[in-house]
């Protein structure tokens, strides 16, 4: 190996390290990094009484019924009265919610929104929702705007000065093809919100909601079980 080559890897290691540690000791954020080989996320809107669960408690007892235990969870979209998912929803493969083409008012609808889905194989994406194609392989699909990273960059119409500030939550795709899911501590613009999945490598990131926003992560000791969502993101394992 010749020296130039010795110190790529050397610059590369210490980007990896630099995204590990922020990822793990990030005091501003919550942020949880799905490890795909043995980690699976799912996607939860009602229980078998066809009742919107709601809330992360709720979601909680109701995954214990399924003899497993919640190890991560947070709200996943937007919603409409009655806790319907606002936009495309799909769940076990089946759509139980249409996709949102339409052009309207509030965050859903700042452009581009996109789509967060899930495939058979436990293949994360997210795209732009005017790319979305639908094939029989998505398992779990959830609708939302406005897109924070596209294509690797900032989206535009987010401005570093912007006084907008909320509680955010949000999804990003990791270069090695992980999710990383983040909740702001505290109160932040887009711009800013955007520029920590950048500072994490990823090319595509969707924000998922605001003030109302609520994640559930007891090995980081952040632990908040109420809410009234649409639906839920949760990482489960095995009693």
């Known amino acids: 190996m010749n020296i130039l080559s010795k110190i790529l890897l050397s610059f590369l290691f210490i980007i990896l390290i630099s995204c590990e540690n922020e990822i793990k000791i990030n005091p501003d954020f919550v942020i949880y990094s799905v490890n795909s080989k043995n980690e699976k996320v799912e996607l939860f809107w009602k229980n078998e009484k066809n009742q919107p669960l709601k809330s992360i408690q709720n979601l909680k007892t109701y995954v214990t019924t399924k003899n497993k235990k919640l190890k991560f969870a947070m709200n996943g979209g937007m919603f409409i009265e009655n806790n319907i998912p606002k936009g495309l929803y799909i769940e076990n493969f089946k759509t139980l919610v249409p996709i949102d083409t339409l052009k309207g008012e509030g965050n859903f609808y700042l452009q581009p929104n996109g789509i967060f889905y899930i495939t058979k194989s436990n293949k994360y994406k997210i795209v ?100 009234d969502f649409g639906i839920m993101i949760a990482v489960t394992t095995e009693k």
């Open 128 to 227: 732009s929702t005017e790319n979305f194609k639908h094939h029989s392989n998505i398992k779990f699909a959830t609708q939302s705007g406005p897109m924070l990273i596209n294509k690797g960059k900032i989206n535009s119409i987010f401005k570093q000065d912007s006084k907008n500030l909320n509680i955010r939550n949000g999804v990003g795709i990791l270069k090695n093809g992980n999710p990383v899911f983040v909740m702001s501590k505290k109160e932040i613009n887009f711009h800013n919100f955007a520029l920590l999945f950048k500072n994490l490598g990823c090319e595509q990131a969707l924000y998922l909601d605001g003030f109302v926003s609520r994640t559930y992560f007891p090995e980081e000791k952040w632990i908040q079980e109420d809410g």
